[in-house]
């Protein structure tokens, strides 16, 4: 049996992960105090030590060291609720053997435990896990990094093609609304390949502005720019031998869609401020709630990139689409967050199924997510999730009755001409919002208008989203 030292601040992490590898056969203990933790290393050995990268009595790096001298033969993995790729590649170039971001997913965390003591021992640790890579798994609808296989034809379906193109070398397009699970696929993709043992690096192209994406995606040499106060290598060096997850690539400037071309080409990038080719070899995954296709040889989109990126095409199915599989995101969703908050599971009433089977889910999984969260945290230890602690737009089905708007006919004369115009302008946006299936982003850009003013239009219309 393994020992596990787990140090972090919060003592309801610790007890919360203490509990879970606990019941997955791992000796482990707990402390809130880095130096505490270095005198138990002293007395006893642990394979895996488990540690905040933001300690209050002691910083990671001095830690780090004092690992090193007391107990070197031990696997050290950093967790941080303040993810950096700086401090992620630093921690990892000095030796340590993960960092992972907080939230922690129970599945990954057990997954990566297991693979590293794998690896340090030669020997496969016999420990069940959720994340198991097998068929049965996937028949069974078992979840991996909060992804939860349906059983719809649906989902049944995208399983299909993903067993058929994960062990390829395929450059592969997921399309799907914001909230179906996108980058969980481009998980289960890269965890079907050859490359499953090497990194998976997603990176939120719309996140990233024009100056900084060439920096975060092919690095930068010292003194490239403004702040480079030091060499930083980008994800495609960082992700050698695996996937690159590059998640609404529609962001992407023009000039960094060229510069992404040439490396999917010629499998070599350039730093920012370097001459200096270096090889890559990496798969890429792209995601989209965009239309690629329809961008495509316009000023959005270069299109032979996007037939270079083009090799299979994913469609992530919208939870309209396979409704009949709510049930399993509610379940799962419900015991990851009563882990969490350390709660009892709550029943759910029947009049809240009711609301749930009536709403339209405009922002999938991910809405789903969030929504059984908020109501685990106001129920609290009552145990029944009422209809009192759902959100107002989910109680009256989330939509308004376009039929109902009344700005026809009489109705429409009575009004002043500024009055029927914002009445009009209210039906347009919702109707707007009902064709794009409620993808804010999307909707903006067919108003011609920007994200700010059509969440300000909302508000002043009370157009329920």
Sequence with gaps: MENVLIIDDELSMCTLLEKFLSKKGFNVESTTSGNQGINLMKDKF???????????????????????????????????????????????????YHYLAKPLNPDELLEIINNSISENTGESRKVPSESEDSTERIEDSQ???????????????????????????????????????????????????????????????????????????????????????????GVFELAEGGTVFLDEIANLSMDIQIALLRALQEKIIRRVGSLKEIPVNVRIIAATNENLFDNSGSNRFREDLYYRLNEFTLKA?????????????????????????????????????ECFKEYSWPGNIREVKNLIRRACLLTGKSGIIGKEVLPEHITSLGKLDLGEVGIEGEYLADLDLKSASMLAESKHILETLDKVHYNKTLAAKMLNIDRKTLYSKIKMFNIKV
């Design 317 to 353: 199915p919208s939870l309209r689409d396979r409704i009949e599989d709510l049930p399993l995101f509610i379940e799962f969703f419900l015991d990851k967050t009563c882990i969490e908050l350390d709660n009892p599971r709550p029943t759910i009433s029947d009049e809240v199924w």
């Design 143 to 233: 979840p991996l990094d909060d992804y939860v296989y349906g059983s719809s034809q649906a989902s049944r379906k995208m399983m299909e093609y993903v067993k058929l193109v994960g062990p390829t070398n395929y450059t592969v397009i997921i399309e799907g609304e914001t909230g179906t699970g996108k980058e969980s696929l481009a998980k289960l993709i890269h965890l079907e390949s050859s490359r499953k043992s090497k990194p998976f690096m997603p990176i939120d192209c719309g996140s990233l502005s024009k100056e900084i994406a060439a920096s975060e995606l092919f690095g930068h040499e010292k003194g490239a720019f403004t702040g480079a106060v030091s060499a930083k290598p």
């Design 46 to 96: 642990y394979e895996v030590i488990l540690c905040d990268y933001r300690l209050t009595d002691i910083t990671a790096e001095e830690l780090f060291e004092k690992i090193k001298t007391h107990s070197p033969g031990s696997i050290v993995i950093f967790i941080t609720g303040y993810a950096n790729l700086n401090i992620a590649v630093n921690l990892i170039k000095e030796g340590a």
